[in-house]
């Protein structure tokens, strides 16, 4: 398990890459992220809501209403032509980031 | 399920009391029972199930911190509108539409009535003085009334001032949307609105045309059914164009204070400099020169001078920002 304070930097990417593939809501994104991350980082709701209004800020996704097949609106999310710029950029600083934090990981403690 | 929305609410309790909080918390609770349905459906049982959904919420300091909502609550400038509060500014704002545009209509149909009495002494109806007291008088009681229907509609819109000028409010994305699909409803409407109304004013001269060429001493009959038809027009454009303003201003980006005080001053000024001027003319050249027949002329050209001197302000002073 991830504590959500080393992954902090990363939601955004994490949340944005997931909506690259489809618009979809809260509670499908939070699910994704568990799996995708074989159940080793979950989500925290407020972490994901925060994100969400974060991101819809900055412009780089967007929200829209959608009818539930159980009648409930739900608030569905898409990525935008900004977001998709942002989510590049990160993808690099995260290269960047890995180089630099591997030069300070030692592999074995013999 | 109740001790998860007993604990939710919790949560919340200390949060400011908006529309958005509340959207917020329904969306979070809709997530939660989701989640909770499916652990049970995986085997869990209740308490396991609402024990995972409890620790899975997070930490409530993360809401604050990202809707900025302490910050929010301090000083807050800006105010959050309520979907009542966008209803009854969008229902004013067709309203008082309704009465401006009705406005605008008296004030072209009186100076038609004018117009009219100056036919109908000129064809021998009437005499000469009968017919110009009776139109005046009209015409007066007609722009009176116009008047009232001024101020009644400036009273109710005066309401929303903060709106008008796009200024110190804030609008929560979901009712963004909201406001965004009426508009869309409305949106072939008000184009039909804006073709009738453009068609009207093209095809006003034919009717005057064709009088014309039917009788020559009918052209002043004609011109009587061109204002008519023009006055009709006007109330569509006024009408359609409130309802549809009211819209792009809740959707628009409020503007900064400073500049939305000074295109109310000018825009204001200009109105109120030459709508008067317009009015004197009218009168002077009606009395004085006795060109009746044609001094309505004037209506239409303010009026289309002040939308000229509006719409290129806003066009420059876009630019300049």
Not at chain 2, 271 to 291: D, K, N, R
Request: aromatic letters at 12%; proline letters at 1%.
């Amino acid at each position: 398990m991830i504590s959500s304070d080393v992954i902090r930097g990363y939601n955004d990417t994490i949340i944005l890459y997931l909506l690259l593939e489809k618009e979809s809501y809260g509670y499908e994104i939070s699910k994704r992220i568990k799996e995708l991350s074989d159940e080793k980082y979950i989500i925290k709701e407020t972490t994901l809501y925060s994100a969400f209004n974060r991101l819809l800020k900055k412009g780089y996704i967007e929200s829209f209403h959608k009818e539930q097949t159980f009648g409930k609106k739900r608030t569905y999310y898409k990525i935008t032509e900004a977001g998709l710029q942002f989510y590049q950029e990160k993808c690099r600083e995260w290269e960047l980031t890995k180089d630099v934090i591997n030069q300070f990981i030692k592999e074995d403690f013999r | 399920m109740e001790t998860i929305i007993s604990y939710l609410d919790n949560m919340f309790a200390s949060l400011p009391k908006t529309l958005e909080m509340k959207q917020l918390r329904d969306e979070l609770l809709a997530n939660m029972e989701e989640k909770y349905h499916e652990l049970k459906q995986e085997g869990k049982t209740e308490n396991e199930a609402i024990g995972i959904v409890i620790s899975e919420f997070g930490n409530i300091d993360e809401i604050i911190e990202s809707y900025d909502i302490s910050q929010e609550n301090q000083t807050g400038p800006n105010r959050l509108l309520t979907e009542t509060e966008v209803d009854d500014y969008l229902e004013t704002n067709r309203l008082a539409g309704k009465w401006i545009g009705l406005g605008v209509l008296l004030c072209i149909v009186g100076s038609a009535i004018i117009v009219l009495f100056t036919a109908l002494f000129e064809s021998g109806y009437i005499e000469r003085n009968i017919a110009l007291t009776t139109g005046v008088i009209l015409f007066t009681i007609l722009v009176a009334i116009a008047v009232s229907l001024f101020i009644y509609g400036g009273l109710k819109l005066d309401k929303f001032k903060y709106i008008n000028k796009q200024m110190d409010f804030e609008i929560s994305r979901e009712l963004q949307s909201k406001v965004e699909m009426m508009k869309n409803n409305q949106q072939s409407r008000f184009v039909a609105a804006l073709i009738c109304g453009v068609a009207l004013i093209i095809l006003s001269p034919a009717i005057l045309i064709f009088m014309m060429a039917v009788n020559e001493q009918w052209i002043i009959f004609g011109v009587v059914i061109m204002l008519a038809l023009i006055a009709i027009a006007i109330y569509l454009f006024v009408y359609f164009g409130m309802v549809h303003g009211s819209f792009t201003t809740l959707l628009e980006r409020p503007m900064n204070r400073e500049a939305a005080e000074k295109e109310e001053r000018i825009n204001g000024a200009i109105a109120s400099i030459i709508m008067p001027l317009a009015v004197i003319f009218f009168l002077i050249s009606g009395f004085v020169f006795e060109l009746w027949h044609i001094n309505w002329l004037v209506f239409p050209i303010a009026g289309l001078l002040v939308a000229i001197f509006n719409a290129s302000y806003t066009l420059f002073s876009k630019k300049d920002a």
